[in-house]
């Protein structure tokens, strides 16, 4: 303090300055350090990219607190002003709690998902506000990149009370059910035959059948005939899919080929039947 004037406008703001450089300086380094440690120590933990993230976004916030704080205190102009507002620190306790419940609300949520780990950095997950992949989880948000490159910038007080679908938390793979509807009249047989054969021609369709299965000759693709019903009958394919985030894709791909393929054998598909009474 002695090679700054805190008595007068430039020396205060010369020190302030002197003071942001040397906490950015220090939060640099202390991250870098501490981000190598981790990353020797988590490089192959599954959450270990979270970790580094939000504690690269705590420490910058810390350190941030630190040099606003050393600047109130070691400043004498600042150091009277907050003499005369603590001077009502009951009110103004009241005052601050009121208005920092929703920070401290989202920081805690935060570090409870950083801790318990229901979704990490990169997972494919689902809330009832729209689904994407999980991009950065910060002090007071999580962000969430949509299959429409949009972000949803959800506080983590929010998103850490509802019930998140993760697609990709212990294992990629997923079970995708597939719906067609055929004519009362189908071949049930042919139905499943094409519907199987057009599956295994999809991308990213995986055998999952057990050894047992297949030294039983098992079908590699589970196709079940679900309901009839007045005029048609509803069967369902059961893929698994080893990359959650083609199932759209491949849902449609496979719609296709196997209309196409009901077109090309006569499969007759339903037709609504309306009875008239007069």
């Known amino acids: ?3 700054f004037n805190l008595e007068s406008s430039v ?3 010369l020190y302030s300055i002197a003071i942001v450089v040397v906490c950015w300086v220090f939060s640099r380094l202390s991250r870098t350090l501490l981000i190598l440690f981790l990353k020797r120590r988590f490089t192959k933990e599954t959450f270990g990219e979270t970790r580094l993230k939000f504690t690269r976004n705590s420490l910058r916030f810390i350190f941030g607190m630190i040099g606003v704080l050393v600047i109130i205190f070691t400043v004498p102009v600042y150091r009277e002003q907050v003499g005369y507002i603590f001077s009502g620190a009951g009110i103004l306790a009241a005052i601050l709690g009121f208005a920092a ?4 609300s989202n920081l805690i949520a935060g570090l409870f998902i950083v801790l318990f780990r229901p979704f990490r950095i990169g997972d494919y997950i689902e809330l009832n506000r729209g689904m994407g992949i999980v991009e950065d989880i910060t002090l007071r948000h999580t962000v969430i990149n949509t299959f429409e490159n949009k972000r949803l910038i959800i506080p983590n007080s929010v998103i850490s009370t509802e019930s998140v679908l993760n697609f990709t938390i212990q294992d990629s793979k997923i079970l995708s059910f597939n719906n067609f509807m055929t004519g009362l009249d189908a071949d049930i047989d042919l139905v499943k035959k094409i519907i199987a054969e057009e599956a295994s021609e999809l991308d990213f369709v995986i055998d999952n059948r057990t050894p047992k299965d297949v030294i039983d000759d098992s079908p590699e693709f589970d196709v079940r005939l679900i309901e ?4 048609a009958i509803h069967i369902r394919a059961y893929l698994w899919l080893s990359d959650p985030l083609e199932e759209f894709k491949m849902k449609s791909l496979f719609k296709e080929a196997v209309h196409k393929r009901f077109r090309a054998e006569g499969v007759c598909l339903p037709i609504p039947l309306r009875k008239i009474v007069r």
Not at 101 to 104: L, T
């Open 1 to 3: 303090m002695n090679y």
């Open 228 to 231: 009839v019903t007045d005029c």
């Open 101 to 104: 419940k929703d920070a401290i």
């Open 11 to 13: 020396g205060i703001a």
